[in-house]
């Protein structure tokens, strides 16, 4: 029962801060397994209802709202944590298992949070420990793109705080519930959660950074971030028509940019956008079906992109090479073909193939957007699903593990093969798990928030993705040459921010950097003088009174004299024999200040 339960963030966080301290190296391994493990039990013993309240400011801080759709996105996310771990049980540093955890426990407690000022606590621990799954990759791509992405999710918590005062202030309520779009504080809040939602135009720090993760910690990047954000659009902002309208542009937008790459986790970190662009968008929608769909999509989504993602490590595990055009032609297939197997197993279910899970969501989305009478955005949706297939589920694995070499000898890869057992068993088991869900859809629908009356396997809907993607199939073998990826530099958006960024930089370092060091030397003589001065103060009036005379005599010899024995009076040293005054001034001095003084205090007090 929930009296016996503790925040599941908490389970990870205190996990995180034990995993150092344990020396012998299998019972680490069992206890990173062991934590999400005794989060999922934790998870089962709450009931929906309130808990775990804390007083701060006047204020009840609550750290567990548990109902239908906070648990959904719980259960996924502890899946996704054991998983995760297991495909990176073989990593050695310590950090990287620490800022797995404290970025699954802060993602855990942003789902349960109750109030907004939880939320933003662990927001914000969440975007600084997901950075470090970036920067343990340790080259200079890898930090740079951190540092971008800490920079990027400071602006979105710094908007989130500034929309959180304004909303507490104008509604005196803490509750982190629909908030809407009514005031100011709304939209600031919407714009720090579309920022971690990464849609356009604040979306290119997840194709920015994600690709330059280590290979275990992209896997746990892929999972997180984006569907928290989903889940409190859930929370704050269903039925809201602006997001309609970016979710419909994110499923597009995301695959163009996929179908350009040539990194292999580039383009699947533009797959996260498009698919999360069918999340936002069925929050706007708004309808209980549209709603479930975000969910549910979420929820796989979480599962095929992590086994994506862990496919393409493998391969960078093993070979190193991170570019399609460097691996078309390698015959990877017949080196790793477990590896390849479970990662077509994932561009299955992205690209909504009946009997794997993307088709019993992703579909949920694209009814909800018939039954509501909205044709453009069903069109932008299923343009998307054709370019996922087409990317995702056809081109990638084509050129990563089959393909031909359009240049250059055709040449095995020496010393590959599969990746590490541990890895392949994190990989089978995300297989399963799309496979399972996409077979027995019922088990998702049960844990859904609203009621579920959606049948996916109906004949229509079946036969109708047959025809799209038996279609798009077709194009793709009619036009492999043409759709081969080149090695080019894709420019996205982030080119309107970061070319100002550069610029800014040099103007600093040419410009600024000149001024604030001729500041420094003029001031730094002036001190060297005043220091110089100071050591003979009888002679610093005269030298000052001197070097005015100096500066605005005519150029002669005289003047040449004269600052000559200027500086020879700088340089006098002071001597108290000869500049101390007898001690009889001193006292005549004291005297009549004494006198006067006494004179003044009667003849004012008479």
Not at 336 to 364: D, Q, R
Request: charge should be neutral.
């Amino acid at each position: 029962m929930i009296s016996n339960a503790i925040p599941p963030a908490f389970i990870y966080i205190i996990g995180a801060l034990i995993i150092p301290l344990i020396r012998v190296r299998w019972l680490k391994q069992a206890v990173l397994l062991l934590i999400p493990v005794l989060a999922f039990v934790d998870l089962l013993s709450m009931p929906g209802g309130t808990y775990w309240f804390y007083k701060f400011l006047g204020y009840d801080l609550i750290m567990g709202r548990v109902d239908k759709l906070s648990l959904c996105f719980g259960y996924i996310f502890v899946i996704i944590s054991f998983i995760g771990m297991t495909y990176a049980l073989h990593v050695k540093e310590d950090g990287q298992h620490v800022a797995a955890y404290f970025y699954v426990g802060s993602t855990l407690g942003v789902t349960f949070a109750g109030d907004v000022f939880t939320l933003f606590l662990f927001w914000e621990i969440m975007a600084v420990s997901s950075v470090f799954l970036i920067w343990y990759r340790g080259d200079r791509l890898a930090l740079n793109a951190g540092f971008r992405y800490i920079l990027v999710h400071i602006f979105g918590g710094c908007a989130l705080l500034a929309g959180v005062i304004v909303y507490v202030s104008h509604t005196g309520s803490i509750t982190f519930d629909y908030i809407g779009l009514e005031s100011a504080g709304g939209g600031l809040i919407l714009l720090g959660f579309i920022i971690n939602a990464a849609v356009p135009p604040v979306h290119a720090w997840l194709a920015d950074a994600y690709p330059e993760g280590t290979v275990t910690g992209s896997v746990f990047l892929s999972a997180f971030t984006t569907k928290s954000a989903v889940y409190v659009l859930l929370r704050c902002y269903p039925g809201t028509e602006i997001l309609v309208w970016m979710g419909a542009i994110m499923t597009v937008y995301g695959v163009i940019f996929a179908i350009l790459e040539n990194d292999i986790r580039r383009l699947l970190a533009y797959h996260i956008i498009s698919q999360v662009g069918y999340m936002v968008c069925g929050v706007g929608l708004g309808s209980d079906l549209a709603l479930n769909g975000s969910v549910a999509h979420a929820f796989c989504h979480i599962l095929y992109k992590a086994l994506l993602f862990m496919g393409a490590g493998a391969v960078i595990h093993v070979t190193g090479l991170r570019r399609l055009t460097d691996m078309r032609g390698r015959d990877l297939y017949k080196q790793m073909p477990w590896a390849m197997t479970m990662y077509v197993i994932g561009g299955l279910s992205i690209s909504a193939v009946p009997l794997f899970n993307g088709f019993i969501s992703k579909t949920m989305i694209v009814a909800a957007s018939g039954e509501l009478h909205r044709p453009v955005i069903h069109l932008l949706i299923h343009l998307a699903s054709i370019g996922t297939f087409l990317s995702v589920g056809l081109k990638l694995p084509y050129s990563a593990w089959f393909g031909r070499r359009f240049e250059g000898p055709r040449e095995p890869i020496a010393g590959a093969k599969e990746p590490p057992l541990n890895m392949l068993i994190a990989m089978g088991m995300a297989s399963f798990a799309c496979i399972f869900t996409g077979v027995y859809p019922q088990v998702l629908y049960n844990i859904l928030p609203w009621p579920v009356d959606y049948h996916p396997y109906t004949i229509p809907h079946v036969i109708n993705a047959l025809q799209m993607l038996t279609m798009t199939l077709l194009i793709f073998w009619l036009l492999v040459p043409k759709l081969a990826t080149k090695e080019t530099i894709t420019l996205d958006l982030d080119w309107f921010y970061r070319m100002p960024a550069r610029l800014l930089q040099y103007f600093c370092d040419v410009h600024l950097n000149g001024l604030r060091d001729y500041i420094q030397a003029r001031l730094s003589r002036a001190t060297a003088e005043a220091g110089d001065l100071s050591k003979n103060p009888f002679t610093a009036a005269s030298v000052i009174a001197d070097s005015m005379k100096l500066n605005v005599m005519p150029e002669s010899d005289g003047k040449k004299a004269f600052a000559a024995q200027l500086a020879a009076l700088k340089e006098r040293v002071y001597d108290e024999d000869r500049y101390r005054t007898p001690i009889g001034w001193s006292v005549l001095l004291s005297v009549c200040f004494i006198f006067i003084f006494t004179l003044v205090y009667f003849i004012s007090n008479a």
